[in-house]
């Protein structure tokens, strides 16, 4: 069965960096589109991030544009979040998530748009 596993999260002072990766499995990985998403203690999970299954299109909410980067490598069956400048209200579970059939430039950027969830990571700024 598909399997997404997030790390790379942690304690880090604001200003910090950090990069979190998700390893998925039980799928074609290059067909998925990707997402980041992170969710808040009282607040909805938000999209953060997304990369086409194709990866020539991005997309980044605005409250991180310029301060982070997605990627992926298809030869890893691995996506990644390089977060810099890292601010209290970054603070969060980072969740990844993988969904397929897709136009080679769609990137998705709600929840519902993604079947695949992995069990998320903390990441912790501190101010």
């Known amino acids: 069965q598909v399997q997404l596993v997030e790390s790379g999260g942690g304690l880090v002072q604001a200003g910090g960096s950090l990069r979190l990766s998700c390893a998925a499995s039980?799928?074609?990985?290059?067909?998925?589109?990707m997402g980041w998403f992170r969710q808040a203690p009282g607040k909805e999970r938000e999209v953060v991030a997304a990369?086409?299954?194709?990866?020539?299109?991005?997309y980044y909410a605005d409250s991180v544009k310029g301060r982070f980067t997605i990627s992926r490598d298809n030869a890893k069956n691995t996506v990644y979040l390089q977060m810099n400048s890292l601010k209290p209200e970054d603070t969060a579970v980072y969740y990844c998530?993988?969904?397929?059939?897709?136009?080679?430039?769609?990137?998705?950027?709600?929840?519902?748009?993604?079947?695949?969830w992995g069990q998320g990571t903390q990441v912790t700024v501190s101010s």
């Open positions: 990369i086409s299954w194709s990866g020539d299109n991005t």
């Open positions: 039980g799928l074609t990985f290059s067909s998925y589109g």
């Open positions: 998530a993988a969904d397929q059939d897709w136009p080679a430039q769609a990137v998705g950027v709600l929840t519902y748009e993604y079947a695949y």
